[in-house]
Each structure stands twice: as structure tokens, then as C-alpha cells.
């Protein structure tokens, strides 16, 4: 007896179609079984998916003409509703017959496919390097896009775009020895750094300069009149104080893509953009990251837009602030979509914050039990990111607390247990004078 086997080979699927297997196989004996296998550890371990037993289901073949018999054809066909990624490798088809000598004899053929699942990216998002980052107009910044596409499989295309248009870099096969000195270095030059102009000019405010905010404060008893209790004050901003070392070329791009496998078969892609920032053409400039994948009938993208922080919108709470209450001043946002994400710096104008810091970082300043002497203090909140810088202020307005008693008393309120101690003494004197 002899016994072929053939498989039919599959092209690539998506995750959620359905598939078939087919099993084709020529014999002129008579079918013990059929049984399919999925490979699994490198051909280690085989599965069992599939078995046809012909002990209890046996096909006849009606011919007319035993000794002019022709080979049979059979099929076996598994089918699989919804592939799933876990399916994807390779599956093999084992074919039994009985040897035409002898019963007892069994004859063995096989056969083999390769299933390929392909599943789209799920996600994708860009973000910034080394954030939050501080604005500097004195020296040359590396900047950084990280492009995160996550769910694909196989990996895919990552490319990224500006306003539009492809964006030619160079690549980077391997990656940066340490932050910051893998990109260029020769477009700073220090000696047109403008630290070193004169301070006559910087004084005389030079066109394309911010103006520095005055410190002197209202006298107090304005102050406390003033309503709202938030004083609104014309932001400063120094988001257009760009470095003369800035230089109006082309950027040059450097490109680097890597990708890691995930536990359930995907695999992650990491794509990042380094280049030297320009403040001045990089500002408000969009960015997109865009990805090609078999499984995808149009590209995936995501997009940001560059942009300096402008006119933080700064709340406080209470609205009405009195001795002995704890304030929070917090930064709500902007009057502008910002990236990346900024950083805050919350410093008091003319003198050190409440817990003798000279300045603190993040959204939201708490002033814990707030004193009497901090009424019309000034507060700053500087928020930067690599595009620029703009300061906000705010004004804290402290009323008198009904519930502490006024009167020069000393912080430890010795002035109030004094005054206990003389009324108790007044007390104990008048009880003795009525008893003698």
C-alpha cells in the first residue's frame, strides 16, 4: 500500500478571521485515522486538535470494478472560527492506513503548515524625552520624540512626519552611550551666547526681551480692601527670549527604531527623533508619527504640536484666606494646548516661602497655616518646558480670623495663658478676703 500527504499552504491571516486547514492525502489502503497536532516549544510538544477514528466512521467507495480500483481521495479539514494570536505556528496532519498485506500493519504519513496571525497595532502615542524639561536660552537643547506602538504583530513601519511631510534623519543602529551625548554638538558656539551682552543693553530692554516684573508691593491696606482676594496681574513672559545661537538651517534628524517582544506575541516598537531644538522655527511646529502595518488597510497615526506654555490659569483655595487657614494655590492650565509638559516653580518675590525654601516644584503650592505677616505676599509660578518659559503671579490676600483672639500675643501665646493665670489668681484672692 502506499500513502501521500499534502497540506495546503496558508498566506498570512488576521487576527478574527477564520481559518481552514486542509489535509489532502492519496492511498490505496484502507483509513485507520486522521489526527491534526499543533507544534508548540520548537517541535517539542504536539497537541493533539483533530482525530478521525474510521473504527466507527469507515467510508465505502462504490466502484464499479474492484480489480480496476483507482486510489481514494480523502480530506480532512479543521477549521478554526477566530484565530486568535496563540494560534499562530506550526500545525502538522497525521495520516493512518491499514497495509493491504495485513490487517495488523499500520502505514504512517504526515504532513505540515505553517500558520501565519497577524494582528494590528492597538495602540500608538508620542511623547517627550526627559520630561518635565527646563526652557534654556543660553545654551543648545537635544530634544527627543518617542513614538510607543504597542499591540502589533509582526513589527511594524514607524516613521515620522513634520507638517505633513516625511522627515528625513539619519539613522541609528545602535543606541546612545549616555543622555545627551550621542547628538550633534557643533551648532552651539559660545561666543555668541548672550550672556556676554553688555548689561547697559540688557538693561535698556532690547527688542525681543521680556521686561522684568517690579517686586515692590501695595501697601497693605490696600491690599486687604482689594476684591477679588486673587489679585489678576499681567503674566511675564519670556517665551520669545530666543538665544542668538540659534541658527535658521534645517535641523538635522537622527532616527533610531527598536522593538521588543510582549508575553502574549505581539511586540512592542519604539521609535524616537532626536534633533538640536529651535525655539524659534521648532514652536508651534506639528509632529506626527505614523505606522504601516500588513494588518492595517491605512496607516495608524498620532500627532502633537510643539508649543511653550502661555497664561497659566492659577486658582486658590480658600477663596477668602484668614490667619490660620492652609492655602493651596494650584495651576488649573493654560490658555494654550502645552507640549511637552511642563515644569513649575513656585517661588514667593522678594523673600523665601513659608517653610524657608527658596523655591518648590510642581502644580500646587500649600502654605500650611498661614500667619498674619504673609498678607499681601507675592507668589510666582514660572512654567517652562524645552520651548519656552512665561511667569505668572498671584497675590495672597490674608483676612483676620474671628476665632483667635487679637492682641499682640507672641507665637507660642504666652500673652493669653498670662492673662488665664491672673484671672484664676483674682479668683482664689476674693474667695480668702470673703472667708476671713
Known sequence: ???????????????????????????????????????????????????????????????????????????????????????????????????RATREKVVLASGNVFLNVMAPPTSISVLAADTPAPFSRYQAQNFTLVCVVSGGKPAPLVYFKRDGEPIEATPLPEPPAGAGSWAPRNLLHRDLDDTKVPKSLAAEGEPGLGQAFGTAEPPRGLAAERDPVTEAIPETVVSREFPRWVHVAEPIYYFRHTHAPVSDGTVEARATLTWTLN?????????????????????????????????????????????????????????????????????????????????????????????????????????????????????????????????????????????????????????????T
Open 279 to 435: 525655539p524659534q522655527i521648532d514652536n508651534e511646529a506639528l509632529f506626527s508619527c505614523e505606522v504601516k502595518h500588513p494588518a492595517l488597510s491605512m496607516p495608524m497615526q498620532s500627532e502633537v504640536t510643539l508649543v511653550a506654555p502661555k497664561g497659566p490659569k492659577i486658582t486658590m483655595t480658600p477663596t477668602r484666606a484668614r490667619v490660620g487657614d492652609t492655602v493651596r494655590i494650584l495651576v488649573q492650565g493654560f490658555q494654550n494646548e502645552v507640549f511637552p509638559e511642563p515644569l513649575f516653580t513656585w517661588t514667593r518675590v522678594g523673600s523665601r516661602l513659608l517653610d524657608g525654601s527658596a523655591e518648590h516644584d510642581g502644580k500646587e503650592l500649600v502654605l500650611e497655616r498661614v500667619p498674619a505677616e504673609l498678607n499681601g505676599s507675592m507668589y510666582r509660578c514660572t512654567a517652562q518646558n524645552p520651548l519656552g518659559s512665561t511667569d505668572t503671579h498671584t497675590r495672597l490676600i490674608v483676612f483676620e480670623n474671628p476665632n483667635i483672639p487679637r492682641g499682640p500675643e507672641d507665637s507660642n501665646g504666652s500673652l493669653t495663658g498670662h492673662c488665664g493665670f491672673r484671672l484664676v489668681l483674682a479668683l482664689t484672692l476674693t474667695v480668702i478676703l470673703e472667708l
Open 1 to 99: 500500500a502506499y500513502l501521500t500527504v499534502s497540506i495546503e499552504p496558508l498566506p498570512p491571516v488576521v487576527v478574527g478571521d477564520a481559518v481552514t486547514l486542509k489535509c489532502n492525502f492519496k492511498t490505496d489502503g484502507k483509513m485507520r485515522e486522521i489526527v491534526w497536532y499543533r507544534v508548540t516549544d520548537g517541535g517539542t510538544i504536539k497537541q493533539k486538535i483533530f482525530t478521525f477514528d474510521a473504527m466507527f466512521s469507515t467510508n465505502f467507495s462504490q466502484m464499479e470494478n474492484y480489480r480496476k480500483r483507482e486510489d481514494l481521495v480523502y480530506q480532512s479539514t479543521v477549521r478554526l472560527p477566530e484565530v486568535r494570536i496563540s494560534d499562530n505556528g506550526p500545525y502538522e496532519c497525521h495520516v493512518g492506513i491499514y497495509d
